[in-house]
């Protein structure tokens, strides 16, 4: 079995700001670092440090994407599967303040760049029961679903950044939706809360398997048979960036690896929680090693 993860990768900027920046205001940034992501990006290496045999697909550009695809290599995830197209890679334009929570301004350049014929061409490489894991910052997504599906590929959705196009989607060929409140009630079609939000998913979507993360609330996960609470860890947030990224990738390696679907929410929660603890994207994502032994 195998983990195809098709999403984005960014170069992020990430300026700290003693507040974000509101219209027509001109802030003095207080330090500027740079870091590899992209949900994409991230969920792939959060996968690989997870443990799991991880491949990403997806587009950087030339000029500016070796720093991407080093640090995907760098933590063991194949990138045979991206390509390295004439313009620019995509980024981001990340505020941190000094509660560690972000704003950020995304630019999709190479990542709105994916043809059928890369996606026809990669999936010819994975078999039925193999993941397909999606998020929404690359185009092509309805064309991806639709081809995994007929393959008999387990498809994974974040469905993060949220838009219209989401909507539009075969949603019902979805197997794991991994939202937070916001995704949830606009796929809902309504402001309700989390616990009716996942009855409304799950009466709307039977095949789905649905994790709505709640920030220091914990999570909760719904399918057709089985409802569980996961607390969240106590922790001091220094950057929330790759929180979301890092709890799919550990959650979803989990699950692929037959653990049960509780174990694999509770080591979610712990990597989640020590990657708010630390600055960056890609470079706050613990191992798997660190998340077994964190007792935060």
Do not use: W
């Not at 620019?88 to 059928?116: E, F, K």
């Not at 196009?165 to 079609?189: M, Q």
């Not at 649905?210 to 996960?221: A, D, E, I, M, P």
């Not at 390696?253 to 020590?274: F, P, R, W, Y």
């Amino acid at each position: 079995m195998k983990i195809l993860s098709f999403g984005s990768l960014n170069i992020d900027k990430v300026y700290s700001v003693t507040h974000f920046v509101r219209a027509g205001e001109t802030v003095a940034s207080q330090k500027m670092e740079e870091f590899c992501g992209g949900k994409g990006l991230n969920q792939s290496v959060a996968l690989a440090q997870a443990g799991a045999r991880v491949f990403h697909a997806g587009a950087v550009g030339k000029e500016d994407g070796g720093m991407l695809l080093q640090m995907l290599q760098s933590k063991g995830v194949d990138t045979s599967y991206v390509s390295q197209l004439p313009c620019p890679s995509g980024h981001a334009i990340i505020q941190v303040d000094p509660n560690g929570q972000n704003c950020i301004l995304l630019y999709g350049g190479a990542n709105q760049q994916i043809t059928r014929e890369q996606v026809e061409r990669t999936l010819a490489d994975f078999k039925p029961g193999d993941y397909l894991v999606l998020q929404n910052e690359i185009n092509g997504l309805d064309m991806l679903i639709d081809l995994a599906y007929a393959k008999g590929m387990t498809i994974v959705l974040n469905p993060s950044p949220m838009s219209e196009e989401i909507l539009r989607l075969p949603l019902h060929k979805v197997s794991y939706f991994l939202l937070n409140e916001v995704e949830a009630a606009d796929l809902c079609g309504e402001d309700k809360s989390p616990e009716d939000c996942l009855d409304h998913l799950v009466a709307q979507f039977p095949q789905g398997k649905f994790v709505l993360t709640l920030g220091s609330q914990g999570c909760l996960y719904r399918d057709a048979h089985l409802s569980i609470h996961q607390p969240a860890c106590p922790v001091q947030p220094v950057d929330t960036t790759a929180a979301g990224d890092t709890f799919t990738g550990f959650f979803i390696a989990g699950i692929a690896a037959g653990e049960d679907v509780s174990t694999a929410l509770e080591e979610a929660t712990k990597a989640a929680a020590i990657a708010i603890s630390r600055k960056g994207a890609a470079p706050s994502i613990p191992s798997r090693a660190e998340t077994l032994t964190y007792g935060g």
